[in-house]
Protein backbone atom coordinates (compact mmCIF):
# COMPACT_ATOMS: atom_id res chain seq x y z
CA UNK A 1 0.00 0.00 0.00
CA UNK A 2 0.84 3.76 -0.11
CA UNK A 3 -0.41 6.65 1.35
CA UNK A 4 -0.51 9.78 -0.35
CA UNK A 5 -0.53 13.42 2.02
CA UNK A 6 -1.04 16.36 -0.04
CA UNK A 7 -0.44 19.87 1.27
CA UNK A 8 -0.42 23.63 -0.06
CA UNK A 9 -3.66 24.38 -1.40
CA UNK A 10 -5.33 27.61 -0.67
CA UNK A 11 -6.84 31.27 -1.56
CA UNK A 12 -5.28 32.59 -4.70
CA UNK A 13 -5.62 35.85 -7.20
CA UNK A 14 -5.82 35.40 -10.32
CA UNK A 15 -2.24 35.91 -12.23
CA UNK A 16 -1.02 34.65 -8.61
CA UNK A 17 0.82 31.19 -7.47
CA UNK A 18 0.74 28.20 -5.62
CA UNK A 19 2.83 25.14 -5.26
CA UNK A 20 1.61 22.05 -4.23
CA UNK A 21 3.22 19.08 -2.35
CA UNK A 22 2.52 15.49 -2.24
CA UNK A 23 4.56 12.99 0.10
CA UNK A 24 4.21 9.52 -0.26
CA UNK A 25 4.69 6.68 2.36
CA UNK A 26 4.36 2.70 2.31
CA UNK A 27 5.63 1.26 -0.40
CA UNK A 28 7.51 4.12 -2.04
CA UNK A 29 9.47 1.66 -3.78
CA UNK A 30 6.91 0.40 -6.30
CA UNK A 31 5.74 3.70 -7.50
CA UNK A 32 6.35 4.47 -11.19
CA UNK A 33 4.37 7.31 -12.52
CA UNK A 34 3.02 10.50 -9.81
CA UNK A 35 0.57 12.61 -11.06
CA UNK A 36 -1.74 15.60 -10.39
CA UNK A 37 -5.55 15.29 -11.21
CA UNK A 38 -8.28 18.10 -10.68
CA UNK A 39 -11.88 18.15 -9.86
CA UNK A 40 -13.96 21.00 -10.28
CA UNK A 41 -17.87 21.46 -9.29
CA UNK A 42 -19.92 18.94 -11.35
CA UNK A 43 -17.15 18.23 -13.73
CA UNK A 44 -15.01 15.02 -13.77
CA UNK A 45 -11.65 14.36 -12.50
CA UNK A 46 -8.84 15.39 -15.02
CA UNK A 47 -5.02 14.84 -15.36
CA UNK A 48 -2.90 18.15 -14.80
CA UNK A 49 0.30 16.65 -14.92
CA UNK A 50 1.85 13.65 -14.55
CA UNK A 51 5.73 12.88 -14.13
CA UNK A 52 7.48 9.37 -14.79
CA UNK A 53 9.83 7.48 -12.43
CA UNK A 54 12.65 8.70 -15.76
CA UNK A 55 11.25 12.20 -15.05
CA UNK A 56 9.23 12.43 -18.10
CA UNK A 57 6.78 14.98 -18.16
CA UNK A 58 3.16 15.31 -19.39
CA UNK A 59 0.83 18.47 -19.13
CA UNK A 60 -2.86 19.22 -19.87
CA UNK A 61 -3.18 21.55 -22.50
CA UNK A 62 -4.64 23.80 -20.17
CA UNK A 63 -1.78 23.99 -17.98
CA UNK A 64 1.03 24.15 -20.44
CA UNK A 65 3.65 26.80 -19.85
CA UNK A 66 2.17 27.38 -16.54
CA UNK A 67 2.29 24.68 -14.67
CA UNK A 68 5.60 22.74 -13.46
CA UNK A 69 5.42 19.24 -11.90
CA UNK A 70 8.97 18.21 -10.27
CA UNK A 71 9.69 14.99 -8.08
CA UNK A 72 12.25 14.31 -5.20
CA UNK A 73 12.74 10.71 -5.01
CA UNK A 74 14.97 10.92 -1.93
CA UNK A 75 12.18 12.92 -0.21
CA UNK A 76 9.26 10.47 -2.22
CA UNK A 77 7.50 13.65 -2.72
CA UNK A 78 5.90 15.34 -6.17
CA UNK A 79 5.57 19.29 -6.18
CA UNK A 80 2.93 21.30 -8.61
CA UNK A 81 4.13 24.56 -8.83
CA UNK A 82 1.05 26.61 -10.32
CA UNK A 83 1.72 29.77 -11.87
CA UNK A 84 -0.40 32.86 -13.45
CA UNK A 85 -3.35 30.92 -11.81
CA UNK A 86 -7.00 31.54 -13.43
CA UNK A 87 -10.48 31.37 -11.89
CA UNK A 88 -10.70 28.13 -14.21
CA UNK A 89 -8.22 26.55 -12.64
CA UNK A 90 -10.28 26.44 -9.12
CA UNK A 91 -10.96 22.63 -8.31
CA UNK A 92 -10.27 20.41 -5.49
CA UNK A 93 -6.29 19.22 -6.66
CA UNK A 94 -5.49 15.34 -6.31
CA UNK A 95 -2.05 13.79 -6.10
CA UNK A 96 -1.79 10.07 -7.40
CA UNK A 97 0.61 7.29 -7.65
CA UNK A 98 0.69 4.28 -9.89
CA UNK A 99 2.48 1.41 -9.14
CA UNK A 100 4.60 -0.85 -11.56
CA UNK A 101 2.04 -3.64 -11.14
CA UNK A 102 -0.62 -0.91 -12.46
CA UNK A 103 -2.20 -0.23 -8.98
CA UNK A 104 -3.75 3.54 -8.18
CA UNK A 105 -3.46 5.26 -5.09
CA UNK A 106 -4.78 8.65 -4.55
CA UNK A 107 -4.26 11.65 -2.16
CA UNK A 108 -7.68 13.30 -0.15
CA UNK A 109 -7.19 16.31 -1.85
CA UNK A 110 -6.58 19.71 -1.89
CA UNK A 111 -8.57 23.31 -2.28
CA UNK A 112 -7.33 25.63 -4.78
CA UNK A 113 -9.84 28.53 -5.10
CA UNK A 114 -8.43 31.29 -7.72
CA UNK A 115 -10.58 34.36 -7.12
CA UNK A 116 -10.84 37.01 -10.39
Known amino acids: QVQLVESGGGLVQAGGSLRLSCAASGNTFSIDDRGWYRQAPGKQRELVAV???????NYADSVKGRFTISRDNAKNTVYLQMNSLKPEDTAVYYC??????????WGQGTQVTVSS
Open 51 to 57: ISSGGST
Open 96 to 105: NAKTYWHQNF
